[in-house]
């Protein structure tokens, strides 16, 4: 039955390495073959009219204008303003795909890495053990 549990234990910690290994993927291929541009940052609005949200404006090479939301809600210590320019990654081919500098989540992304390889070496033990 250990074993079992080991198995499972360490099939969840590769989960949650893959996830922070995408999370990281992602930022690197869009800081390496992504776009740049400066956007100004907007708040979003819900149904009704009250701001709950930012979103994040700029323009891509082409001229059209992308809105995207995201960041956290006006008023917490750590948001953006609206109308604060901040630098952004964009991939031309998705121009959806979005990463604003400084809000990159890499410290999600390695704790997800971190927490999956430690899930998986508890669920090595546990099945050596269970043995």
């Known amino acids: 039955m250990l074993i079992l ?3 499972l ?9 893959l996830a922070g290994l995408t999370g990281l993927a992602r930022i690197r291929r ?3 073959d992504g776009l740049t541009a400066w ?3 907007v708040p979003a609005l819900r149904g009704d009219d009250e701001p709950e949200r930012i979103a994040v404006q700029f323009a891509l090479a082409d001229g059209r204008v992308i809105e ?3 960041g956290r809600r006006p008023g917490r210590t750590s948001a953006l303003a609206p109308g604060q320019r901040v630098l952004v990654w964009y991939d031309p081919a998705n121009p959806d795909d979005v990463l604003t500098y400084g809000r990159a ?4 992304d390695w704790t997800f890495l971190a927490a999956g390889l430690l899930l998986i070496v508890a669920g090595a033990v546990i099945a050596v053990i269970g043995s």
């Open 105 to 108: 989540g890499r410290r999600s």
């Open 68 to 70: 995207r939301p995201g």
């Open 9 to 17: 234990l360490a099939l969840v910690g590769a989960l949650a390495g």
């Open 39 to 41: 956007a100004t940052i």
């Open 30 to 32: 869009l800081r390496r």
């Open 5 to 7: 549990q080991g198995v």
